[in-house]
């Protein structure tokens, strides 16, 4: 049903979850996967179709590397923001308008804090209900980027998160 490669991939992203602090990508460092973008896409999109509650998403950025970078594939799970809790990666819009997908580090007035792993700092934006557009479920590395341009009838562009640094 899936590529011989999403089972590593969804067991991978079961530490996502935890609480194991990481250490700082060296420069350069991305994960990848002998799988091709292409693929990538089609497994998560597999996964998602399986529950209403998912959606998927595409990264740019390295602040959460190692654990996902540039190109990754993210199937993205709407939860509700009081489901949230320390060690699980947040997606939210901050208020500079971008989707970020960041770690909780920390519950706060208002909401929770995230940061990016090789971030100096929290970011300046708290997660709360209004914000929150759900948790990373599942993370697919990919051989190589994104295609430039897609062809007619194949796979269909994705939204954006960021992995950026602390705004």
Known sequence: MFHPSIRPMLLASAAFAGLWIAPRAQAGERPVSRVTYDAAVVDAMAVAAQRPDLSVVRVSGRSMLPYFGDEAVIVMKRIDAARLRVGMIAIYVNRFGETVAHRVIARVAGGWQVQGYNNDGPDSTV???????????ATFHAAGRAPVTLAAGSLPALPTVYAAPAK
């Open 127 to 137: 997660v709360s209900e209004r914000n929150l557009r759900g948790i990373v479920y």
